[in-house]
């Protein structure tokens, strides 16, 4: 298979939470082949406007928008203000999430109710909206960040891991009626990942031996892991995939390292 099989040249990718972490280094992992971004972000700006700019520097277009996943209807308006402003969207990476972590004796309604719309509610707008489309001109792509604790769950990540599973079984179902007109949809499902958000965690060696431990490739991830295979999906190269789910994870979800310190947390 020849290296154009992985152009993405003339498409564009709307990514959410492309201000940091995975979400940045996808948008500037699509770019990097050739597609243009919108790039949504929640109260960062300067980090927005910081993947734009490295964008700019590989001669790819790229926008910013603002939106607040956990304010129902906010993602299907920024889908349609994205495709108004900026033209058709081939590729979708639902990224943006939440994730609260409580004891599960302490889960409340409201706790709930912020994960579903943020993590579950959000995907589906954003879906029920760049979808159809996507069918109506025979090719798209959907990409959604997944978890290692939807098969691995944690007590106290219980409704964000349960959301992630739900996610999975939403891009099943939609990719079941889609993929005949060119839409392919899948999940790609990180392990343990260090981010500017999980730096602190990882800062405390006892913390980061325990879950090195765990790991049959013997390292966290970095975000950067989670690129080829998002670029395989989202190409011509992965056109005949659908409704997978990847673990990018160092083997985590076939079980723990030889050895592993029992318990380590995730």
Request: proline share 5%; with cysteine.
């Amino acid at each position: 298979m020849s290296g154009a099989a992985f152009s993405l040249t003339g498409r564009r990718a709307l990514v959410t939470g492309a201000n940091t972490g995975i979400g940045r280094a996808l948008a500037l992992g699509l770019a990097s082949h050739g597609a243009d971004l919108v790039l949504h972000h929640l109260g960062d700006a300067d980090g927005a406007a910081e993947v734009r700019r490295e964008i700019a520097a590989m001669g790819r277009d790229a926008a910013v928008m603002e939106a607040d996943f956990a304010e129902a209807g906010a993602a299907g308006d920024l889908a349609d203000k994205a495709v108004a402003r900026h033209g058709p969207l081939d590729i979708l990476i639902a990224n943006a999430a939440i994730e609260q972590r409580r004891p599960w004796e302490d889960v409340t309604p409201a706790h709930v109710e912020a994960h579903v719309t943020a993590n579950f509610a959000s995907l589906l707008a954003l879906t029920r909206r760049l979808v159809p489309a996507m069918a109506e001109r025979g090719w798209g792509r959907v990409v959604a960040i997944g978890s290692v604790l939807a098969t691995r769950p944690r007590a106290e990540t219980v409704v964000y891991a349960a959301l992630k599973a739900a996610q999975l079984t939403a891009i099943r179902a939609i990719g079941r009626e889609v993929a005949h007109r060119g839409v392919t949809m899948n999940v790609i499902s990180p392990g343990a990942i260090e981010t500017e958000r999980t730096a602190e965690r990882y800062a405390d060696p006892a913390f980061r031996q325990a879950v090195t431990a765990k790991i049959p490739v013997g390292r966290t991830g970095r975000p950067e892991d989670c690129v080829g295979p998002v670029i395989m999906l989202c190409s011509d190269a992965g056109g005949y995939i659908t409704g997978a789910d990847i673990p990018v994870d160092g083997g985590w979800t076939i079980g723990d390292a030889p050895g592993a310190l029992p318990e380590a947390a995730s």
